[in-house]
Every structure is written in structure tokens, then in C-alpha cells.
């Protein structure tokens, strides 16, 4: 099984029908997480404050079963097949024919797409499955940092642990360089958002991304970290001024900053050790 496991003609199939489904849970995680949150927010200030807690419903990332937002109605199994679905519906609920909002099948086939080129590039074995894991929650905390502006820390903060624990086998890279590369780089960015501040008065940048750097760089050591840096903020850079001359964006609108991190990290995976090589070659 396993040799038939190593030929990418089955691999990489299998893998993007796996991603094709992670894809449509991390749907349910982006779209309930921030809501879970919240409510976890309310709770806690109703302590603070001496007051009963707010009555609430159970609310978690399994129930309640997904619904329409207009209508309510549940959906079914068959309506939940990735991608398949949103193309037999049309885009729109069976119920009451709201549209239905392309992201989902967007998130899904990204997820696919990453999955099946990670199991090209890496092949069956711990790289493969800790690149997935990588790759997968870059791609929920994109989503969820360009609807909210936040990076929860449930799952910022356990990804940077995974990431200390797959390179004890030097996985990526060796469990020294991760250890530096956790350390370095939350402090970076600590050191910016504090300059920052201190010069303009202003929060630049939040503690979530402190920590999604520091995950980046338990996962693939500290050599990935300037590429990291440089690669987000160039990318940054481009679309803030892309916003602010083609779409009227306000100067002093924030936008946020962990989705060029989360793609910067993407590509420090898949082609950091190329790219460093060839800046090196340079000098």
C-alpha cells in the first residue's frame, strides 16, 4: 500500500480529495471561529463586570449543523459536497435562493490545489503531512485576518508548538534554527510595532501577528524569516497603494497584515531554500 502510496499518480489525486474536503471545514472554521470568540468575550466581560452570564445557545465549530443565513434551512449532505454543490445550486440555497458567497468554493479548491501540489513536491512521509497542516492553516487564518483583523491565538499558538515539534526530526529545518526562528520572529515585529508606535503614536500592526511570524519561523527556522519579512511587506506595500489609488481606500482604513504574512510563509515553504539560495548566488 504504501508503495503504491509513493507514485504521484495516486498521491497527488488522493490528496487534493482530501484537501477538497479540509476545505470545506475550514469554511465552517473561518465563517464560526471569530463568532465563537465573541461570544467566549461576552461571557468573560459579564464576569468581570459581577453579571450573570448571557444565555447562549451551544455554538461550536460542529454545532449547529451549517444553515442558510436568510432562510435557515439545513444544509444537507448532498449540498455539502466541495465544489460539486455550489456548481449543481447554482450558487444560490435550494430553499430560498440567496446567493450563496463564492468564497467557499474558493477556499476549497485552494485547499485542493495546495494539498495536491505539497503531495507532488514532497512525497508520502512527515514533510508531506506537516506541510499540509502548514499550508492549511495559512490559508484559514488569511480569511479570517481580511474579515476580522484577527489571528486567534487558538490557533496561532498551537501551530507554533507543531512547528517545534516537527522539526525535533528536523523535519524542515533543524529544532535549533526553530527555536531561533520562533523567538526572532515574534521580537521583530514586537520591535517594529513598538518603534512604531513610539514615533507616530499608532498601532501599526497587532499581537497576532507577532505570533503567526513566530509560528512561520518555528516551522522553517530563522534563515526563511527575512524572506518572510521582505516578501509580505513588498506584497503589502503593493496592495495598500493598489487600494488607496484604484478603490479609494482611506490612508487611515487599516488593512490587515497577517494575509501577506500567511502567503509569505507559503511561499518561504514551498520555495525558501530556492530563492535564499539564488539571493546568496548574488553575492
Known sequence: MLSTLQQPAILVPISIFFGLCVGSFLNVVIHRLPKMMERQWRVECAELAGNPAPPAETYNLVVPRSACPRCGHRITALENIPIASYLMLRGRCSACKARISPRYP????????LAGYIAWRYGPGAALFGALIFAWVML??????????YLPDSITLPLLWLGLLF???????????????????????WIVFWSFKFATGKEGMGYGDFKLLAAIGAWLGWKTLPLVILLSSF???VVGIGLIVFARHGRNVPIPFG?????????ALLYGEQITRQYLNLF
Open 140 to 149: 484559514a487564518l488569511t480569511f479570517i485576518d481580511l474579515d476580522t483583523f
Open 106 to 113: 474558493v477556499v476549497e479548491a485552494l485547499a485542493g490545489m
Open 259 to 267: 494575509p501577506y504574512l500567511a502567503v509569505a510563509g507559503l511561499v
Open 235 to 237: 506584497v503589502g506595500a
Open 167 to 189: 522539526n525535533l526530526g528536523a523535519t524542515f529545518t533543524d529544532i535549533g534554527s526553530a527555536v531561533i526562528g520562533a523567538a526572532a520572529g515574534y521580537l521583530v515585529l
